[in-house]
């Protein structure tokens, strides 16, 4: 019994002894591999330090700030009296005609409202186009509820905007008050169902920049 015990420990003894040498060898011969595969691999690792380019990244940012100085100062002053100065003055940027009297500068805000809605109606038509697969139901059902929202604004922009050649403020202003209250119908949607909103940046832009509408509009009472 004890004999064939001692024999066992020699064949394990021995078998670890072998298998020590087959693993040297087998480290041998991966750090010789590796040492090979690490030459190969030096041209394949030049590309990634050809690409960077942070000229570019810097290029795009430097634009837009300097033209906001030269904004007429006549329609500054009306900005100045709606909540939103800042974004009064950088919305109705694409729209200034040269007149700087409140009915123009209302046009003109009217226009970049519609803009916002518009932009917000491209972002949800896109996300809808493009179903992600995380997205839950709800989130799902309030896109369209959201998507009635926008139509029902721009729906109501175009009544406003004829609202102004007649100064019917009374039209205009209900017009105005929907088009807010459509954009936060969709924020609370997303409320309501403790969803994160993917448009809250749109709806918020739209409704501050309905609110510069009506106060633009309050100017002219
Ligand atoms: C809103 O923008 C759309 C698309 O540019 C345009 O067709 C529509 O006439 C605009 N509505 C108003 C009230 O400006």
Known sequence: MMKLFNHLILIISLSSLLSFLYSAEAVLSVYSLS????DDQAPVSLP???SPAPSESEAPEASPSPASSTIDPAIKKICDRTGYSELCQSSIRPYLTGKTDP???LE???KAC???VQAA???VNRMMSEPNKDASKTTASQLESCKE???DAIDSLEKATKAIPTRDMNTFNTMISAVITDCDTCEQGFIEFEEESPL???DETAEKIGSICLSISKLLE
């Open 35 to 38: 040492s090979f595969s690490k």
């Open 114 to 116: 519609n803009s916002s």
């Open 121 to 123: 109606m491209a972002e």
């Open 108 to 110: 003109m805000a009217i």
């Open 200 to 202: 809250k940046q749109y």
């Open 149 to 151: 929202n926008y139509i």
């Open 103 to 105: 009915v123009s500068v």
């Open 48 to 50: 990634p330090t050809t």
